[in-house]
């Protein structure tokens, strides 16, 4: 499953925006000439705060899509999933973001700070395409849940070692300098944070010629709901 060059996550708490949030996305297609694939995500966390289970999220999406007659490509985000809560997820998600923060060390090599996580999100994929299918799902990677951003180096090794995994990732979270929040204005310096995106963005053009990851790898850009000004 290849997703489309431009996505947008859509973050609906409680289910009952699907619609108005597509029309938006069509809305953007008729200003800017450009199809915006809506990625509906719910985290695992945010089901129990609010006491939902994630097929109300696959049910959301489909009602969405046939009330506006959409007729694109659209996906479900089981979002920021591990190994001890992806079953509740199996049969209504065809987007996995695989968080492996937790397993990030604070000290150390490169290689001994990242390269647990990244066995681990080989684990977690395996088992995903071994219960769906390799080819029912898009990979999606998280690392941003840290205290420290990952340089660029750091994300060279990292999709490296992730294409070393066998994982056919199309999208990378990693952590970048300062703090984003929703609804409100970025934290930090605007100048070095835009550098080191133009080098992320870089580090990825490298790396899907080098370690023959999917030419349609993204770099997933920082909160949405965040302002930078």
């Known amino acids: 499953m290849k997703i489309q060059k431009y996505s947008f996550g ?27 694939v809506p990625v509906w995500n719910k985290s695992n966390r945010e089901h129990q705060i609010v006491g939902t289970e994630p097929q109300g999220t696959r049910d959301e999406a489909d009602a969405a899509v046939r009330a506006l007659g959409y007729k694109g ?25 695989i968080d492996v923060a937790d397993y990030i060390g604070k000290s150390g090599s490169v290689e001994e700070r990242f390269l647990p996580a990244i066995k681990e999100a080989g684990k977690i994929y395996r088992y995903i395409a071994e219960k769906k299918g390799p080819d029912n799902f898009v990979t999606e990677v998280s690392m941003d849940e840290v205290d420290n951003a990952q340089t660029p180096g750091e994300l060279r090794y990292i999709l490296r070692e992730l294409a ?17 929040n929703k609804g409100v204005d970025y934290r930090g310096d605007i100048a070095g944070f835009e550098k080191e995106f133009e080098e992320d963005l ?28």
């Open 10 to 36: 859509v973050g609906d708490r409680f289910c009952h925006e699907g619609a108005a949030q597509l029309r938006a996305l069509l809305k953007a297609r008729e200003k800017f000439g450009v199809d915006f």
């Open 73 to 97: 490509q659209y996906f479900v985000d089981a979002d920021h999933i591990n190994l001890g809560n992806v079953d509740r997820f199996l049969d209504c998600s065809d987007f996995f973001t």
């Open 164 to 180: 070393k995994e066998g994982i056919p990732l199309q999208t990378i979270a990693p952590k970048f300098t300062g703090r984003f």
């Open 202 to 229: 870089l580090v990825i053009d490298e790396a899907v010629k080098e370690y023959g990851l999917p030419a349609n790898l993204k770099l997933r850009s920082p909160n949405a709901c965040a302002r930078i000004l």
